[in-house]
Every structure is written in C-alpha cells, then in structure tokens.
C-alpha cells in the first residue's frame, strides 16, 4: 500500500494519533512516509496543524495541507465563511499521487468523518478514496455509541465499493468501563472488518522518542505492529 486514507467515525476521537502510530510505525520499518492533510480547520497560520503534529510525534519525512481555514467547522462550510477556495476531492487526490512518487507511504488524514463535505459540489473524503483506489483506515472511539457510527462508516465504505483496512480504537481508556471491553468483540462485527489497534488515551502527550518506541505495540501486523486483538481483550477482561 502506497496510500491509505485515515477517517474517523467522527472529530476529536484520536484520528491524528492514530496517524501518527501507523507513520511512527512505517518509518521504524525503514519507509519514508509523508502526511496529507487536505483541509485543516480551527487554526490561524502559524498554528501547528494535524500534519504537523503526526511529523512531530512520527519522525515522517514531509506534511503537507492543501488549505487551513481559521473556523472549526467542516472544511466546505469553513471555506465559504472564510472566503476562501475550497478543496475538492479531486485536488486532494492529485496531491496524494504526486506525494506518492517520492515517497513509500502517503496517510491522507480526514477532517473529522467519512463523508463530511470538503466543497459546495458535495465532494468527501471518501470520494477522494474511490479516485485514489486507497483503502481507508477507520478510527473509532471506545465506548458506548460507536458501534452505530462504525457500522454507519463501514456500509458508506461498501456502498462505494472502496476496501476498508479495519479499526483502530484511537483513545482507549486506562479504566474502560462494560461497554469499551465488550466493544472490542463487536466492533470488528460492526465494521465488517478487522480491529487493527488500540492507542491509549493520552499518547499524543508523549515524548516523540516515547511514542516511536511504543507506536507498534498499538497496531495490529497488517499497520506494521504487533498488537494481537486477542491477547489485548483477554488482558483488558474483554
């Protein structure tokens, strides 16, 4: 895989950490890996933004936005109150491509979920997805609600016909409670696919050299860890 897309199930659910443990992940592993943020929203310039911020904690070698509208909002509707050009899916689609011919491995990182709208034509992410022919990463938060978001995402996915690689659970509690445990069963059953990691609250605080050093015991073999879904839900009382 040159190109994987990483979408949440929603915003403010962990999809930047988890980007930055699957690039943390490829660069232990020798890769060269680049980070497309298409629209960041909620910053000025100058600010640090997501692509950043998977470069800081990662070690990837380049981040890229393609626009950044001051208001959080989705980008479409972020872009429109700026005055400013939105950026359609198309466009996000090039840059991926051109990112790809210098580099092994490009994440595209979403704005908040799957299909919020990056222009006034109704352009998504997941448009952006289907013209890359990408698989999409789907992180999901832990606790009670998100099996309806997960299996909502994964059917959008499968209505378009584009792969979905797993889940990753993008904040998992140091006390999950019944329905984080239990959810770790069922979310693969919800997504129609496999639950490829679990990154633990809080990680986006840690020391760069940390994160390097603790990103593969997160992910799953096929994101280049080692993590077993298994063995993690019997420790956690799954």
Known sequence: MSIVVVSGTG????????????????????????????????????????????????GAKTAAELARYPEPLAPGTAARRAGMPQVGAERAAEAARALAA???LVLVEGAGGLLVRFDDDGGTLADAARLLGAPVLVV??????????????????????????GVVVGSWPAEPDLAARCNL????????????????????????AAFRAAATGW???ALGGTWD??????????
């Open 229 to 238: 879904a298994d063995a993690f839900g019997r420790a956690a009382g799954a």
């Open 140 to 165: 999901a938060p832990a606790g009670l609600g998100t099996l309806n978001s997960t299996a909502l995402t994964a059917e959008a996915l499968r209505a378009r016909g584009i792969e979905q690689l």
């Open 102 to 104: 210098e580099h092994d």
């Open 219 to 221: 992910l799953a073999p």
């Open 185 to 208: 069963a069922d979310l693969p059953e919800a997504a129609g696919a496999p639950l490829l990691g679990a990154v633990p609250e809080g990680s986006g605080a840690l020391d760069p």
């Open 11 to 58: 915003t403010e659910i962990g999809k930047t950490v988890v980007t930055a443990a699957v690039a943390a992940a490829a660069v232990a592993a020798g890769r060269t890996v680049a980070v497309l943020k298409p629209a960041q929203t909620g910053l000025a310039p100058g600010e640090r933004g997501d692509a950043d911020e998977v470069v800081r904690l990662s």
